[in-house]
């Protein structure tokens, strides 16, 4: 019998370098997968449909909560976010490491549906390195900025609600840090 995969949950504010450090962490244990969230906002440029997210109308979201298929959903900034619940449970009965990059609501969520996940908060240095880091990226605009950084701020609250706390300073060391949670006995 195959044991029971673990549920790796990253999550952290907006621009604080999840995709970073979930792409590098990848890079060197491509055996982890990374689970494709579902989202109702449109894709951004070079985004592709089940590469970066499964991009859905509001009312194929609609569905898929009404019919039990997400583990988690919120909504932020007027688009909803999601995990779909299949190929998650699939993948941690299978044995598989599974990697969630997902928002504060999404990872409260999935500690009430997945006990055993392993919650991890990816801090930033300080909220100037956030708001450059969210100027940085160019993807959105001021009004858009100031709103992801006001989220951030509660989302700094919510920190001590994790099982890990890492400071995105350097991309290699969070994914060290990383590796040597998954190396843990009861994980794969």
């Known amino acids: 019998m195959t044991a029971r995969g673990t549920v790796l ?3 952290g504010p907006s621009g604080v370098g999840k995709g970073t450090v979930v792409a590098a962490l990848r890079r060197r244990r491509p055996d982890v997968w990374l ?4 989202t109702t906002r449109p894709p951004r440029p070079g985004e592709r449909d089940g590469d970066h997210y499964t991009f859905v109308s509001r009312a194929q979201f609609d569905d898929l909560i009404a019919t039990g298929q997400m583990l988690e959903w919120a909504e932020f900034s007027g688009n909803r976010y999601g ?3 299949g190929p998650v449970l699939r993948r941690i009965e299978a044995g598989d490491c599974v ?6 609501e999404g990872a409260r969520q999935i500690r009430a549906a997945l006990p055993d996940a392993v919650l991890v908060f990816l801090a930033p240095p300080s909220v100037d390195v956030l708001r ?3 100027r940085g990226r160019g993807t959105e605009d001021d009004a858009e900025v100031s709103r992801r950084l006001a989220r951030a701020e509660h989302e700094l609250q919510a920190m001590q ?5 890492v400071v995105n300073t350097e991309v290699d060391a969070v994914v060290d ?3 040597d949670l998954l190396a843990e006995p009861s994980h794969p």
């Open 132 to 134: 450059q880091r969210l």
């Open 83 to 85: 995990t779909p619940a």
């Open 177 to 179: 840090a990383l590796l």
């Open 35 to 38: 689970s494709i969230s579902a």
């Open 99 to 104: 990697v969630l990059e997902i928002e504060l």
């Open 161 to 165: 609600e994790f099982d890990h706390i």
């Open 9 to 11: 949950v990253i999550t």
